[in-house]
């Protein structure tokens, strides 16, 4: 069988807590390397058909289970928090070696991408931005927190599973069925209060806009009722619609997700 990619675990020490961050990637030519950035719920494996896109050959890619998720090994859940996940990621960039990379993140994952982005604006290339937080508008997931209070971890994540299971949004049950095995129960409350907490008042709309770099936002056509897509166009941000799709276009309609991703590059770069 041959190995298209690599699997690894790279072991960290963050602000005191003990990481072991499960990972896939591969090397490549001279091309920029990209950088994946899973939301919650999800995990790195939602980016490993990169492999499949013929007009990607050749360059570097990372992927890896935030903490709280997937294989990823967290000492202490509770300080979790988007900041923290900002510091993972690019201590691990450093660790691989990438010097200047693609951005690629979705939901939680297109927050703290746009955090790093802010932070290390001479780093990126280019962000690809799946619906992640931009507005206090795009908590549907996390407010759950605020909206259906529970100080049971486990209880309230069983009920926001089932809230999931019967969302009329495209890939939710398939979303709702694996979430017990992608997050653990007691990262779930603190996540959702730093992204309500940074969507809520860290102007991540203004941040996103003044970027000194190409980027797009891509949605599924459900959320195409979001406030902000006309704002986002006037200012210089190429939206990506994807068709039959709701909040995971990586589960819905993933062709055409890599396509737009894609014809992004050979456009912009």
């Known amino acids: 069988m041959k190995k298209e990619f690599d699997k690894s675990l790279f072991s960290f020490n963050i602000q005191g807590i003990e990481l072991k961050l499960s990972a896939i990637h591969r090397e490549g030519n001279s091309n920029a390397p990209i950088v994946f950035l899973h939301g919650f719920g999800s995990s790195k494996e939602d980016y490993a058909d990169v492999v499949r896109q013929s007009e990607l050959d050749g360059h570097p890619f990372l992927a890896y289970d935030a903490p709280g998720c997937g294989e990823t090994i967290c000492s202490d859940l509770s300080k979790l928090s988007i900041p923290f996940l900002v510091e ?149 941000v190429k939206l990506a619609e994807i068709p039959y799709c709701g909040h995971f276009p990586m589960y819905s309609n993933p062709q055409t997700m890599w396509e737009e991703i894609v014809n992004f590059y050979d456009s912009n770069l």
């Open 88 to 236: 993972t990621a690019i201590t691990l960039i450093e660790r691989i070696g990438y010097k200047r990379f693609h951005l690629i993140g979705h939901s939680m994952g297109g927050l703290t991408a746009l955090i790093l982005a802010y932070k290390f604006p001479e780093r990126v290339i280019s962000f690809v931005n799946i619906e992640g937080n931009i507005a206090p508008e795009d908590c549907f997931l996390s407010r759950q927190i605020i909206n259906y209070p529970n100080n049971d971890d486990e209880q309230f994540f069983d009920e926001f599973i089932e809230r999931t299971l019967h969302s009329s949004a495209y890939s939710s049950a398939l979303y709702a069925a694996s979430l017990k095995h992608k997050v653990r129960a007691k990262a779930v409350r603190r996540i959702f209060q730093s992204m309500v907490y940074f969507s809520d008042n860290e102007n991540l709309m203004d941040k996103f806009l003044h970027l000194p770099f190409p980027r797009m936002f891509m949605y599924g056509d459900q959320n195409a009722s979001l406030s902000y897509l006309k704002h986002l166009h006037n200012n210089g």
